[in-house]
């Protein structure tokens, strides 16, 4: 298996720009996790699905941000606007039976907001 | 609340030397425990998993036992090398209704050649 796809890897874009960041989960994992890495915050989960269904966003910072999971193999993280402290790694992770199990993590978005 | 605390780094060793991470935690419930491993570029990877008290996860030559009465998840390792320079991270998780896994900040070592 090809493991947790994110794309871009890099992306540089303007405040106040809309930005997307793409996942591709390993095939028959049922979980779904976005985090944020900061060098201030450490890891912070934004958001987590289950079979494709939002299980809980309360780590979303703020309506800039909304995740979408249309399908068992594709979600989508998207800020608009961008603002300079978004800018961070964003990772995709998932798992096969949620938190309790092992997490899968893609090698990461690096957004740079200027 | 939950949490996980442990030490900071940056950590810095010569190769070969014995490396110890420590980690304690907090928790409500059962936890299950785990060191992460990130190298530089990448994604977090599962190092290693402990599902209840006094059992020992091992991988790659490292180890850490799961020490309920001290509540703590210490990593170990004999004789580090190079390849080994990475951020550390300590994390638990809690089966229940607002189940999530809680990390530590990492910890960066270093190991020099």
């Known amino acids: 298996d090809a493991g947790v796809i994110q794309s871009p890897r890099h992306e540089v874009t303007e405040m106040g720009q809309e930005v997307t960041l793409r996942c591709k989960p390993i095939s028959g994992h049922d979980y779904l996790f976005w985090y944020r890495q900061t060098m201030m915050r450490g890891l912070e989960l934004l958001i987590y699905?289950?079979?494709?269904?939002?299980?809980?966003d309360s780590g979303m910072p703020e309506d800039r941000f909304s995740a979408k999971m249309p399908n068992a193999s594709f979600s989508t993280l998207k800020i608009q606007p961008s603002e300079p402290r978004d800018s961070a790694v964003y990772f995709c992770a998932s798992s096969y039976r949620g938190f309790n199990e092992k997490l899968f993590f893609g090698s990461g978005t690096q957004l740079s907001v200027l | 609340g939950d949490s996980v605390t442990q030490m900071e780094g940056p950590v810095t060793l010569s190769e070969e030397a014995f490396l110890t991470i420590n980690c304690t935690y907090t928790a409500t419930g059962y936890p299950s425990l785990f060191w992460y491993v990130q190298y530089p570029g990448e994604g977090l990877q599962l190092l290693l998993k402990?599902?209840?008290?006094?059992d020992k996860g091992s991988n790659k030559g490292f180890e850490a036992t799961y020490r309920k009465e001290t509540t703590s998840f210490h990593l170990e390792k004999g004789s580090v090398q190079v390849s080994d320079s990475a951020v550390y991270f300590c994390a638990l998780s809690i089966m229940n209704r607002d189940d999530k896994i809680i990390f530590g900040k990492g910890t960066r070592l270093h190991i020099l050649p």
């Open positions: 699905f289950n079979n494709n269904v939002p299980i809980d």
């Open positions: 402990a599902t209840k008290a006094d």
